[in-house]
């Protein structure tokens, strides 16, 4: 997969913009491509949702795991069935930090983006997506017989 920081809902053009580095362009809503991302590992959204609300009790903004081997998820901003939804790939993070009443997310390529959001809100969001991954990891280790405390 390609370095996506966040996508973005087009309207007018019925089109999801991929921002990163680069800025691309994907015919449909977000949702269908991040179901045709996490198809590629034999996953989908509803799966993927009801681990979240199962293992850590959330009903609202669920998160996506996108990736299982890399641990990526992307979370929505606002509920996702509005077209101002932005989905954050919490795996590229950097920092979210507040700007006035809005938060800038910094993320690991050195760029930005401010948002309209209370940077507590996107914490929230941004933890639930690392305990679902520390969940994941610990399980793996486990299966394998092997204690999580034990690793350096």
């Given amino acids: 997969m390609r370095t996506v920081n966040y996508l973005s809902y087009d309207p007018n053009t019925r089109s999801t913009q991929l921002f990163g580095l680069n800025t691309e362009r994907h015919a449909g809503k977000p949702m269908e491509l991040l179901e045709e991302w996490a198809n590629t590992f034999g996953l989908g959204i509803l799966g993927s949702q009801t681990a979240f609300q ?68 996107l914490m929230k969001q941004w933890k639930r997506c690392q305990a679902m991954e520390h969940l994941i990891l610990h399980s793996r280790l486990e299966d394998c017989g092997l204690s999580p405390i034990l690793l350096p």
């Fill in 54 to 121: 199962n293992r850590l009790a959330i009903r609202q903004k669920i998160p996506i795991l996108i990736d299982p081997y890399r641990q990526i998820y992307f979370f929505p901003t606002i509920t996702p069935s509005s077209t101002d939804c932005l989905w954050i790939n919490a795996a590229h993070i950097r920092s979210i930090k507040s700007a006035g009443l809005d938060s800038e997310i910094r993320f690991n390529d050195s760029t930005s983006l401010r948002i309209n959001i209370g940077r507590r809100s």
